[in-house]
């Protein structure tokens, strides 16, 4: 697959991520049905909240990790994976910033997809709390999940 057409896959697949009664299966199950294989609905559910949680935090100065591990089902856990590596992350935070940057971020549309990510969970209850964001230090982040073999390329 090549970046435009992953780029394509991508923006087709952010609608899926706004429905009040959308879950990480009812997502799984449309995209499958839409002929994406497993591997890479897998990864577009895990990276593209991310990806645009991270885009929409920046204006906290947050410093984000940036590697992540990765915990297969079968137990096997591979640490230090960069996100930078990651086709559907790269291409879900080009997407985030040429919206932010040509104006056409919309909180409840952008936002409901970059609320699905747990840093920025993380960091809304932390600014509830009444912590300053730039104090904050990140784990990695732990994913569990089949995403397919590792490295990987589109």
Do not use: C
Request: net charge negative.
């Amino acid at each position: 697959m090549t970046t435009p057409q992953l780029e394509k896959l991508i923006l087709q697949s952010l609608p899926l991520f706004v429905p009040h009664e959308a879950t990480e299966d009812s997502v799984f199950e449309l995209l499958l049905r839409e002929q994406v294989p497993a591997d890479l609905a897998t990864q577009i559910i895990l990276f593209v909240p991310t990806a645009f949680g991270r885009i929409f935090m920046q204006k906290f100065q947050v410093d984000f990790p940036e590697t992540f591990v990765l915990q297969y089902s079968d137990g096997t856990t591979l640490e230090g994976l960069s996100w930078a590596d990651e086709p559907v992350y790269a291409a879900a935070q080009r997407i985030a910033e040429a919206a932010i940057d040509r104006g056409e971020w919309q909180e409840n549309f952008h936002f409901e997809i970059a609320s699905w990510s747990s840093e920025v969970g993380v960091i809304s209850q932390a600014l509830v709390e009444g912590h300053k964001p730039q104090s904050l230090t990140l784990q990695k982040l732990q994913i569990n999940g089949d995403i397919g073999p590792r490295p990987i390329s589109y």
